[in-house]
Nanobody
């Protein structure tokens, strides 16, 4: 099994920064991609950013492009999300995910709350 644990969420003011971390443990071999999703109250869960564990390919939602950066440390089985210039609309629960067998297996963390408010 794969376990994912997010950390780094909290309360920040608009324009502030926050870095989220997601550590994978358990049967981590075979993970080929990891990513971040978020879900705001009353909204569906949406893609924020993804990264391929082989190489440096990344994808971002248009709403966060230029403000957020996803990165990973394969040796530590950890993925990060650096969030800058945060806006109130970024408020959501942020979930980490990991993929095996190109989507045949998908694992999710429990989520970490990010609140952007003045």
């Amino acid at each position: 099994q794969v376990q994912l644990v997010e950390s780094g969420g909290g309360l920040v003011q608009p324009g502030g920064s926050l870095r989220l971390s997601c550590a994978a443990s358990g049967s981590v071999s075979g993970i080929n991609a990891m990513g971040w999703y978020r879900q705001a109250p009353g909204n569906e869960r949406e893609l924020v950013a993804t990264i391929i564990n082989s190489g440096y390919s990344t994808n971002y939602a248009d709403s966060v492009k230029g403000r957020f950066t996803i990165s990973r440390d394969n040796a530590k089985n950890t993925v990060y999300l650096q969030m800058n210039s945060l806006k109130p609309e970024d408020t959501a629960i942020y979930y980490c995910n990991a993929q095996k067998s190109f989507g045949h297996y998908v694992y999710w963390g429990q989520g970490t709350q990010v609140t952007v408010s003045s």
